[in-house]
């Protein structure tokens, strides 16, 4: 009897590499997504603290008249746009938290939920420094941009 078969065997192996595949694609996808909100968000607060640079033209001329180094103007605004980040990124965290509180809770009509979420502490922190370090680094720029200022141009700034 000749005939091609109408049958396929596969393995679990199979099985396994198809899924580990599929596992890796979604990881590089989701990771290009994070890192482009991650690029996103730092010029943001590049954006705000370049804003916020030409809006404080004269504190930055009068502090730098009255002896402040240009260490101690970067220092200002680098600690500024930290501060930024990391808060923006502490609200992502607890908002985290509360969805994933949320959806182990139950759904909002009170029956059990089937959806199972976990929360890492250790993700959470991680999340925060890099929250944090995105602000450092974006916000070296306005920064030294703030440092350069020159204090009799600053305070003749309208």
Do not use: C, W
């Not at 590049?46 to 220092?75: C, H, P, Q, W, Y």
């Not at 759904?107 to 939920?113: A, H, I, N, P």
Request: hydrophobic share 50%; no cysteine.
């Amino acid at each position: 009897i000749t005939g091609e078969d109408d049958f396929t065997i596969t393995s679990q192996q199979d099985t396994l590499e198809t899924l580990e595949q599929t596992t890796n694609t979604f990881v590089v996808f989701l990771g290009s997504i994070a890192g482009i909100s991650l690029l996103l968000g730092g010029i943001g607060i590049m954006n705000i603290m370049l804003v916020s640079v030409t809006e404080r033209t004269r504190e930055i001329g009068i502090r730098k008249a009255m002896g402040a180094k240009r260490r101690d103007v970067m220092f200002q605004f680098v600690l500024e746009a930290t501060l930024l980040s990391l808060g923006g990124g502490g609200i992502g965290v607890l908002s985290g938290l509360a969805l994933a509180l949320l959806l182990n809770g139950g759904s909002l009509l009170g029956g059990q939920s089937s959806i199972q979420t976990a929360f890492s502490p250790d993700i959470a922190i991680l999340a925060l420094v890099v929250s944090a370090a995105i602000g450092l680094f974006f916000g070296i720029y306005p920064a030294m941009r703030a440092a350069s200022l020159h204090p009799i141009d600053a305070l003749r700034y309208e």
